[in-house]
């Protein structure tokens, strides 16, 4: 079973650019989470998705953040304008979990994004 | 709101010993799930051991097994044996109603040969 995939693996950007991540998640998942991690600390849950629909996004910054899944299978989630503290991993995990139910989540490799 | 609490910066154990990482949570959620999550210096997250609010029993997997205790809101992980492959990050992780989400700030456990 193929794992959940993201890229690009790494990004470097200035300031006040825009940056685009991908994720592909596990089939027939119908969660999907974007986390940013900066170095050191915790997950922080950005968004989350039941199939195309959004369940949270009370920590997305709305102002430049934004994420999409469109047809309830891949994401994309974009900054823009970014800024210094925009620099982390952002994880995109998947999981069967439903509104009754809390599975496990499955992690794929994280996009690495430096602003400089 | 959910909140959760890893007081262990940092860890060390002897290799082949236990050692126990702590959790506390808070919620005001009546059903929740709690979830323990490994991290190597690789990066790649891995999931190790749930355990449902309402679930009589503590979870084991393997190696590890997690110390549930209600009413004092803590979800401790045990990890017997340990093994060099054991040095990582660990995050304790909450699911609350309709799956909210919240990771720990997480313990770095180094195992010593």
């Known amino acids: 079973e193929a794992g959940v995939a993201q890229s690009p693996r790494y990004k470097i950007i200035e300031k006040r650019q825009s940056v685009a991540f991908w994720c592909n998640p596990i089939?027939?998942?119908?969660?999907l989470y974007w986390y940013q991690q900066i170095l050191g600390q915790g997950p922080k849950l950005l968004i989350q998705f039941q199939n195309n629909g959004v369940v949270d996004d009370s920590q997305l910054p709305k102002d430049r953040f934004s994420a999409e899944r469109l047809k309830g299978v891949d994401s994309t989630l974009k900054i823009q304008p970014a800024k210094l503290e925009d620099s982390a991993v952002y994880l995109c995990?998947?999981?069967?979990?439903?509104?009754?139910?809390?599975?496990?989540?499955?992690f794929g490799p994280g996009t690495r994004l430096t602003v400089l | 709101a959910q909140k959760i609490t890893q007081t262990q910066p940092g860890m060390f154990v002897q290799e082949k010993e236990a050692v126990t990482l702590d959790c506390t949570y808070d919620t005001s959620d009546p059903s929740y799930g709690l979830f323990w999550y490994k991290q190597p210096s690789s990066g790649e997250m891995i999931f190790l051991i749930y355990?449902?609010?309402?679930?009589?029993q503590n979870a084991t997997e393997g190696r590890y097994s997690l110390n549930f205790q209600k009413a004092r809101k803590s979800a401790n992980l045990v990890i017997s044996a340990s093994q060099l492959g054991d040095s990582a990050m660990y995050f304790c992780?909450?699911?609350?109603?309709?799956?909210?989400?919240?990771f720990g700030t997480g313990t770095k456990l180094q195992v010593i040969p």
């Open positions: 992780a909450s699911h609350g109603g309709y799956q909210k989400v919240t």
């Open positions: 355990q449902g609010s309402y679930d009589q």
């Open positions: 089939s027939g998942h119908a969660t």
């Open positions: 995990a998947s999981s069967t979990g439903t509104a009754s139910s809390y599975n496990e989540q499955f």
